[in-house]
């Protein structure tokens, strides 16, 4: 059966004390909003409507820019849950199949929960999460009868009793498109926030002959950030959970505590991760990588032997071949390094292409800005560039080529030749002495008159 994704994206998340819209907030660096995302599309939905409000134009931006067909609908005023699901009606009027509601800002709930929500839906007509809460504290209440959920008492208009339950409503709910909206239409703000409650749909459901149930998952899944120390939280729960993954698959990492991945970083096996390296975006290590301590890594992509660190950066569009060799204090962005190509020491390589076997000397620096445009620098195959060269990007070192220590290199080098750029040396016999002996002069003068 086809399905259809709403998620809850428009309260402010008062408590994050923050400009930016809570769901923006980013976990392992991805927003919040993007790991529910993530998650519903598990589901492959047919339909994935977002409901924003707070922050709506810059929620749209980061929706679309994760899932371009993401439809975007606005909930002007925060008048409850059921409220925001139902202000994508008209978005889903036509669909069919079932409808899922997740929030944005609770980004760990997993495929495999989703999965057993849906088998359950085989059976019951709506299917909502739970979980045994530690401290249920304010959270909804499942009424349960056996297998079934008769209804969804929020916190505040709960008997003693029912605030007993520990059984809580984690929020996400399942059923059909057509339920969704027809039990929607008959929720009220009767109640003690005056809001009109997703939650009431349970009791509504039960009343109009049909029936539902409640999945349990771990707390951890149902977890929802609002404050920063939730944030915290949950980038600690989301690191915990990486580490532990990295090593099933066959990682080495001798910290692991201080390694930090990024929601969408690929390590292959056989790969060891020294200490204190963080992982932003977009980074993939093939199989039978190495980085070393203190590695910061973006938008990268490092082959097989290939040998990163200590103390690397590697900016967008690095991309390393086999056994290429970047070692400290070097800086790659938008550059390519061909097989067994090094850069061993205190270099920026950025814009350029550098061909296979070729040595980067210790100092080495593209000049790729002008200050207004950004220029491209060419290094063939088996080069040899001094320490301390300067490539004045556009600019192309060809196969074989070399340049001398310290070169300031304007012109194209061609194949097999040497660009020697520097003034001529010459020693003046005696001058150090004899300049040593005037200043020391001087210094002596000043003490004596006591400056
Ligand atoms: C809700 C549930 C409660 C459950 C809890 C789990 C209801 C009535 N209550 O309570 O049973 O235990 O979540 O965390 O559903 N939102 C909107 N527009 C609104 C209101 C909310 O987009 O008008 C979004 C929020 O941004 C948030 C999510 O919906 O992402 C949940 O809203 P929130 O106000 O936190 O619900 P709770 O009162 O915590
Ligand atoms: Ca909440």
């Known amino acids: 059966m086809s399905t259809n994704l709403i998620i809850l994206a428009a309260g402010k998340g008062t408590r994050m004390k923050s400009d930016m819209p809570k769901v923006l907030h980013a976990v392992a660096g991805a927003p919040l909003l993007v790991h529910a995302m993530k998650a519903g599309m598990a589901l492959e939905p047919s339909k994935m409507v977002i409901v924003a409000g ?14 371009p067909a993401s439809e975007i609908v606005l909930q002007t005023e925060q008048n409850g849950t059921g409220h925001a699901v139902l202000c994508a009606k008209d978005a889903l009027q036509n669909a069919s199949g079932d409808t899922l509601v997740l ?18 839906r085989t059976t019951f007509d709506v299917v909502v999460l739970g979980f045994e809460a530690a401290d249920p504290a304010r959270y909804g209440r499942l009424v349960m009868d056996g297998p079934r959920l008769q209804r969804i008492v929020e916190f505040k208009d709960a008997s003693d009793e029912e605030r007993d339950i520990s059984f809580c409503n984690s929020g996400v709910i399942l059923c059909s498109n ?3 909206f027809e039990l929607l239409d008959q929720v009220t703000n009767d109640n003690a926030s005056g809001e009109y409650y997703l939650t009431d749909i349970i009791g509504l ?98 082959s097989r032997g290939a040998v990163v660190g200590p103390y690397a950066r590697l900016r967008p569009g690095a991309e390393l071949s086999e056994d290429v060799h970047v070692g400290n204090f070097v800086e790659i962005k938008n550059a390519t390094l061909a097989e067994g190509a090094k850069a061993n020491h205190l270099t920026y390589i950025g814009d350029a292409s550098i061909g296979a076997g070729t040595n980067v000397g210790a100092g080495t620096i593209t ?41 300031v290199v304007s012109k ?38 006591g400056k």
């Open 367 to 407: 000049c790729n800005y002008d200050g207004v445009f950004k220029h491209h620098t060419k290094i063939g195959s088996h080069a040899f560039i001094g320490s301390n060269t300067m490539l004045i990007a556009p600019v192309s070192v060809g196969n074989q080529a070399m340049t001398a220590t310290g070169a």
């Open 54 to 67: 707070h922050g709506a134009e810059a929620v749209t931006q980061a929706a679309q820019a994760y899932e």
């Open 178 to 180: 057509i339920h969704m």
């Open 103 to 120: 929030y944005g800002d609770t980004p760990f709930i997993s495929a495999e929960t989703l999965a057993a929500m849906q088998a359950a």
């Open 205 to 302: 459901a039960h009343a109009a002959g049909l029936s539902a149930t409640a999945v349990a998952c771990d707390e951890a899944e149902t977890m929802g950030v609002n404050s920063r120390a939730d944030l915290a939280e949950a980038e600690a729960a989301f690191q915990a959970r990486a580490r532990a993954d990295a090593l099933e698959n066959g990682i080495t990492m001798t910290a692991p505590e201080t390694v930090f991945f990024a929601h969408d970083t690929f390590v292959g096996a056989d790969t060891i991760i020294e200490p204190n390296v963080v992982f932003g975006p977009e980074v993939t290590l093939e199989n039978g990588t190495h980085i070393r301590a203190f590695s910061h890594l973006e938008g990268a992509h490092v």
């Open 412 to 449: 194209d080098v061609p194949d097999g030749a040497m660009a020697i750029s520097r003034t001529p040396q010459e020693n003046k016999p005696g001058l150090a002495v004899r300049l040593f002996d005037k200043l020391r002069a001087k210094k002596a003068r000043q003490q004596k008159e």
